[in-house]
């Protein structure tokens, strides 16, 4: 069964920079697309990044030009690097993978 572990949330200044880390277990890793979502208190998940198994991304419009999506398929590892941080980033930030799902790490953006 795949498991999915998200890393690297914390408390930021607007304006600051997190790198968030998807490490997933299993075989096959790389031929899977990856989804970052997040959710903040009282609304609903939202899709935040994806990336496919080719390297094609898409983003969300409230994130586009200040996160980036990559992969590394020899770390079975998809990472978000979040630049220009806004209080309205603040969320728990999941990763997916078809219908797993990790535990979450939560983002918060404050002074």
């Known amino acids: 069964q795949v498991q999915l572990v998200e890393s690297g949330g914390g408390l930021v200044q607007p304006g600051g920079s997190l790198r968030l880390a998807c490490a997933v277990s299993?075989?096959?890793?790389?031929?899977?697309?990856i989804r970052w979502y997040r959710q903040a208190p009282g609304k609903q998940r939202e899709l935040v990044a994806l990336?496919?198994?080719?390297?094609?991304?898409n983003y969300a419009d409230p994130v586009k030009d200040r996160f980036t999506i990559s992969r590394d398929n020899a770390k079975n590892t998809v990472y978000l690097q979040m630049n220009s941080l806004k209080p309205e980033d603040t969320a728990v930030y999941y990763c997916?993978?078809?219908?797993?799902w990790g535990q979450g790490t939560q983002v918060t953006v404050s002074s």
């Open positions: 990336i496919t198994s080719g390297g094609t991304t």
């Open positions: 299993g075989n096959f890793f790389s031929i899977y697309s």
């Open positions: 997916n993978r078809a219908n797993a």
